[in-house]
């Protein structure tokens, strides 16, 4: 999930947004144009949707002076300060290095919240709003969901937290309460598709079915080999299922290329051979085995890509779930 800013995403902040995201922004321009914003706010959804993306464009709105038919107008003070990322009260609370091991941290931890709260309990320094954004929101632990709680209960005038979670069931029901959810779906396929072309995507029939429907996520297939990941990810488990592969070999190369897309792909391969059953049919990758065992390492393969969050070692993670994938004599 992450690349030189954190956060990998198909549309970046000054795209169009697509046409899925409009009515989530609708909703927003409302709010903020009669005066019922809340002070808090949950834009949660699967990743690749485009939800950060609608945030910036929503930020930028609400800091601007000189608004024009609700989007920043792009010219004035604080428009040029946002575009120089040096506005004062515009705040990010994002994954950052552990200060003592210069190491990527996993989570946000408790310290960092606690900063963002003391400087929302200051004065706006441009007399104007205070926009934070924690994301992703969902990496928060324990002690700092905790500590933004307090925030939450006792908010700010004129100051707005923005938390941007693809994972939103990892926060707090305490949490989830204290903000207005905006959820951004995955579209209707033909309206991805018409997206993907435009974006001149080749296949995208298969693309769009390799992500599970999530456009965002088979632009990022598309355009970062991740094609190529799966039909690799499909050979490699019909070789151990047959006995003709060595599950240590293979984890040692997952681990060190997407590991967490090439189990997003098995997860997607073996549950398009459930659904495929389940209307009579065989798909062109089925491991051969029985309903529950494939159900069974669907979800053990959605939980290790949690867990790869982690401090788990990568290649022995990945050696124990693939050795325990059950050989088929063919």
Known sequence: ??????????????????????????LLAARAANGTLPHALLVCGPGGL??????????????????????ACGSCRTCKLLAAGTH??????????????????????VDQIRELSARLAMSSQLNGWQVAAIDPADAMNVAAQNALLKTLEEPTEASLIVLVADQPWRLSATI????????????????????????????????????GGNPGQAWLLAKRGGMQRRQEVARDLLALVAGR???RA?????????PQQRLEQAARLLGGALRAR????????????????????????????????????????????????????R
């Open 278 to 329: 389940a209307h009579g049919e065989r798909a062109r990758f089925d491991p051969g085995w029985n309903d529950e065992t494939v159900a069974e390492r669907v979800a053990a393969a959605n939980r290790l890509r949690m867990l790869l969050n982690g401090p788990l070692r990568g290649d022995l993670a990945l050696f124990d779930w693939l050795n325990g994938l059950p050989a088929v004599s």
């Open 176 to 211: 989830r309460s204290r903000c207005q959810r905006i959820d951004i779906v995955v579209p209707p396929p033909n309206e991805a598709l018409t997206w993907l072309e435009t974006r001149g995507v080749e296949s995208a029939d298969a693309v769009l079915a390799a992500a």
């Open 1 to 26: 999930m992450t690349d030189e800013e954190t956060i990998v995403t198909a549309i970046a902040p000054g795209d169009p947004l697509p046409a899925w995201c409009e009515p989530a922004w609708s």
């Open 245 to 247: 592969a060595d599950a």
């Open 50 to 71: 485009g939800k950060r993306a609608l945030i910036e464009m929503f930020v930028r709105a609400r800091l601007c002076e000189t608004p024009k038919s609700g989007h």
């Open 250 to 258: 293979i984890g040692r190369t997952w681990a060190g290329d997407e």
């Open 88 to 109: 004062p009260d515009r705040m990010r609370v994002k994954l950052e290095p552990n200060p003592k091991t210069g190491v990527m941290r996993k989570e946000i931890v």
